[in-house]
């Protein structure tokens, strides 16, 4: 059985730096082995969704591996066009 603790975390900023959203998130994945190696051969999808003014703006991902002490980022900047309205 292969365990992961994930933590996740999702920041928009504006252009100049200014922390606008800030969502920070743990999960503990399980999966047997042959899902663990189908996962090392295509990778893992995990959706998450953060409120995104319509301004211009900078998303910031990051993830943290807590059993090897990895970790990653990604950014993107975003403009209003960019962001799609939630109808909840």
């Not at 059985?1 to 996740?8: A, E, I, K, N, Y």
């Not at 504006?14 to 920070?24: D, E, H, P, Q, Y």
């Amino acid at each position: 059985m292969f365990v992961r603790g994930l933590p996740r975390i999702r920041m928009i900023r504006t252009l100049l730096s200014a922390i606008l959203n800030f969502v920070k998130k743990r999960s503990n994945l399980k999966m047997d082995s042959k899902m663990y190696e189908a996962t090392q051969q295509v990778g893992m999808q995990v959706h998450e969704e953060i409120d995104v003014p319509t301004s211009e703006v900078y998303l910031r991902v990051g993830i943290y591996d807590l059993n090897s002490g990895k970790c990653g980022t990604v950014g993107a900047a975003l403009n209003g066009s960019s962001a799609q309205l939630s109808k909840k």
